[in-house]
């Protein structure tokens, strides 16, 4: 099974409109964190926000503001007030406190591209 | 702060040479990551250091792969008798052992096998 699931292979919104990046993961651990990237055409990955499974809160981070459901294991991503620089990929992303290796690395899904239409 | 840097950018080889890719982290991150990103697809967990000690290796890590980490800064990704499979984006990340331990990444080198 696929830890980290975005739904979502390409999508379309207005400059100026909200829109919202589906993700949904997998994991049987009780401690995670949730992370959002943005990869334009250029490769870099440039992070957006995060979340972890123990924040009662939503993140917010500007435009960015991340939708927590624990229950449904969902961290989808809501972007406000599009704009053309938006365009890219986006990709969702989980870090798992690995048993006894210690290891922090994250596991990615398989993004989502996002196109703003002037 | 610099951010994450890595060298070269792109790199053309032919099937069976080898290559050797950099990363420089940024200053004071004591972790070091390495990825792989093929066309369509998220990135990839290779390999990660704590300072100098690598500490993880993914199953893709095959034996022509080799990573280090001397003292703890920057990083070498050896590929050895490369293949057409090892075309793909190569990408460094970095993160402090302290809060979120977010990492943050260069914007990586992208391999082209011959």
């Known amino acids: 099974a696929q830890k980290i699931t975005q739904t979502q292979p390409g999508m379309f919104v207005q400059e100026k409109e909200a829109v919202t990046l589906d993700c949904t993961y997998d994991?049987?651990?009780?401690?995670?964190?949730l992370f959002w990237y943005k990869q334009p055409s250029s490769g870099e990955m440039i992070f957006l926000i995060y979340?972890?499974?123990?924040?009662?809160q939503n993140a917010t981070e500007g435009r960015y503001s991340l939708n927590f459901q624990k229950a449904r294991k969902s961290a989808n991503l809501v972007i406000s007030a599009s704009q053309l620089g938006d365009s890219a990929m986006y990709f969702c992303?989980?870090?798992?406190?690995?048993?006894?290796?210690?290891?922090?690395?994250?596991?990615f899904g398989k993004g989502t591209k996002l196109s703003v239409i002037p | 702060d610099t951010g994450v840097s890595q060298d070269p950018r792109h790199k053309i080889t032919k099937r069976g040479q080898n290559v050797t890719f950099r990363c420089d982290p940024i200053s004071e991150h004591n972790r070091l990551y390495w990825y792989r990103q093929t066309l369509g697809q998220g990135p990839e967990f290779l390999t990660y250091f704590q300072n100098e000690a690598q500490l993880e290796k993914s199953r893709l890590l095959s034996d022509r792969f080799s990573a280090e980490r001397p003292k703890g800064s920057f990083s070498t990704l050896e590929i050895q008798r490369t293949e057409q499979g090892d075309s793909a984006m190569y990408l460094c990340?970095?993160?402090?052992?302290?809060?979120?331990?977010?990492?943050?990444f260069g914007p990586g080198t992208r391999l082209t096998v011959l």
């Open positions: 979340q972890g499974s123990y924040d009662e």
């Open positions: 992303a989980m870090r798992e406190r690995q048993r006894g290796a210690g290891s922090y690395q994250l596991t």
């Open positions: 994991t049987s651990d009780q401690s995670y964190g």
């Open positions: 990340a970095s993160s402090l052992y302290r809060g979120t331990d977010t990492q943050y």
